[in-house]
DNA sequence: CAAGACTCCTGTCAGC
DNA sequence: TGCTGACAGGAGTCTT
């Protein structure tokens, strides 16, 4: 379940290897991922030289001057390299040929939660991507912009700061994480958290995110050879995957309860 | 507009 | 042992 710490190291971890490469085909065998694989990704992308890999939120972008190939890896999706002539198991459902590089891009995603979408001209101005909200590293993710957005929502926090139209990259993990290093109680209404809480909480959110990515670089840095299995450094998660086991702060036993379908852990006596 | 429910998909695991 | 059902989860879409 890629986070977006994952799909930076993942940008990060393919983008040398396929840049100023020359496209030779893709070989699409399952194209129904969460939508289907557009017909323009086999069909204009071959002969195309890679000019540039980007990330937005989760969405990764592979440039070229006919368009940009957009990557979501979903919950269980991952690229990675294999070489040329590997059988592809059953859930490997995209491979992406480069004109004389010795290795092969592999989509695989058992679950096809994830994408590969098209778009021509500025890909951020795709109809999934031009709506999203800043990314949480940047300085455009500031006390001031989450207050501002905060302001009235009867939402509880947690639900809020995963919509990604609020911020980018929070999911359910660093969400649980984020709000017990700021010691906030989950299902406390936005709208109702004084700027000054809503302040260490955009701290703890970079901070839990940034932790993240310098640790997913480890995580995943065997991805490359198509061995990497992310972990997410349980031994570093404080809530997430806890309940029932004692706080790492005060010792009472995590509460677990769910908001929205999803599972939410969080410590009575220290979230407030 | 806001908020919640629903949906996609399959591996994993608990329960019988 | 084998089957059934619940669950996880990103995020778009539908409903209220």
Redesign the pocket.
Known sequence: ?P?LPEVETTKNGIAPHILNQTIERIDIRQP?L?WPIPDDVPTKLPGQVVHSVTRR??YIGVQTDAGTLII?L???GSLYFVAPETPPM??DHVDIHFAGLNKVLRYTD????GAMLWQEGDWQTHE?IAHLGPEPLTDAFNIDYLYEKAKG????IK?FIMD?KIVVGV???YANEALFMAGIRPTHAAGNISKARLAVFVDCIKTVLAAAIAQGGTTLKDFVSGEGKPGYFKQELKVYGRAEQPCVTCQAPLKEI?Q????TVYCAHCQK
Request: glycine letters at 12%; charged letters at 30%; proline letters at 3%.
């Open positions: 379940m986070e129904k969460r939120g989760k979501h979903g919950m269980s059953f859930h058992p679950r096809r939660f999934l929502r009867k939402q509880a639900q990604s999911g359910n993990i769910r929205g379908q999803r599972s």
